[in-house]
């Protein structure tokens, strides 16, 4: 589309290339960069390339920018503290979409409108309803949560028979499903922490030991949790708990520390240096529950300090095993 309808046309040349530049680098261009471009067009044709060569190279040299490859903001020429509307829109639709902006908001950072708080709102609402936000809730809550992790530890085969790449595929699903369901219906944050629904397919029903009674194979849909049940929410969600395990147990200071991590913010310090790490219990000696074992961070001041807020957090899905069933 770029470009000249005529060989040798350089005024054609040039106006392509603005238009073409224009988009690369979701602002306008200025006239000094322009020039830039058409200097490598001519000294390629100066250098007995064919026309249509020549045009290319300029076209490449637009797409090796930085302005390109990088969602550039400020003025490295001046002291500028707040955002123009072309940036404004670039990170509007690279936080939603992923992609550069559309026509609408190109529009919109022309006339100078988007530093409108009421025109945001509009436009932010507009590229929720679009299909493509969708990359914004699998990218958003899978960087929050960690969910790459998922099955970063694959289960052991004995101790989970039932375990497999469709469990695992429905796990990461559901999460994602919950975070999209809220976001969409606008509903309160509490939901993540507590909630009487999740997003469910026929073979996380079944693995939750619900009802899979006209649910989808694959698809998530919203479905109603039963008086007292143990699940709601995320942090009893099987993504959640099977995160935080090796592949055969479930590790209650990794629980701990992902939520003090993603649901409350606060990251805890690395271990001290030179902390011996707890003692396996002996053959001979009487069986002793993780929870007591975990009582001996206690006793030392090093660990103390830490271990007292990440542990008992752990601990509080202790009933649940490696892969996030409730035992």
């Known amino acids: ?84 509307d072309w940036e404004i829109a670039a990170r509007m639709s690279y936080l939603l979409w992923s992609t550069m902006p559309d026509d609408e908001l190109f529009e919109l950072a022309a006339q100078g409108k988007l530093r409108d708080k009421e025109v945001r709102a509009k436009q ?29 530890f694959p289960p052991d085969k004995q101790l989970y028979p039932e375990y497999d790449a469709h469990l695992e595929k429905s796990m990461v699903g559901e999460t994602k499903s919950f975070f999209r369901e809220v976001l969409r219906s606008n509903l309160s944050l509490r939901e993540f922490v507590d909630s009487d629904w999740t997003m469910l397919n026929a073979r996380l029903a079944a693995f939750y030991g619900l009802s899979d009674d006209g649910l989808p194979r694959d698809e998530f849909v919203r479905v109603s ?12 969600q099987a993504a959640i708990l099977s995160l935080t395990s090796d592949g055969t147990r479930h590790r209650p200071v990794h629980r701990g520390k992902w939520v003090s991590e993603s649901i409350l913010g606060k990251t805890p310090p690395p271990p001290p240096a030179n902390v011996d790490p707890i003692e396996t219990n002996p053959i001979d000696a009487p069986k002793a529950t993780l929870r007591m074992k975990l009582e001996a961070h206690i006793h030392d001041a090093r660990c103390a300090s830490c271990h007292a807020k990440i542990d008992p957090l752990g601990l509080a899905f202790e009933n649940y095993d490696a892969i996030g069933r409730w035992r």
């Open 225 to 236: 949790l039963p008086s007292g049940s143990r699940r709601g929410g995320m942090l009893t």
């Open 1 to 84: 589309a770029y470009y000249p309808r005529q060989d040798g046309d350089l005024a054609q040349v040039r106006e392509g290339l603005g238009r073409m530049a224009g988009r690369a680098f979701r602002r306008p261009v200025t006239a000094g960069e322009l020039d830039a471009y058409m200097g490598i067009v001519k000294a390629e044709l100066d250098a007995g390339e064919k026309f249509r060569d020549a045009v290319k190279a300029g076209m490449a040299s637009i797409l090796c920018s930085k302005s390109f490859l990088f969602v550039a903001e400020g003025d490295e020429n001046a002291d500028r503290g707040t955002l123009n």
């Open 124 to 152: 932010t609402a507009r590229l929720l309803a679009d299909p493509r936000s969708a990359r914004f809730c699998d990218s958003f809550a899978s960087q929050w949560l960690t969910l790459r992790k998922v099955g970063q």
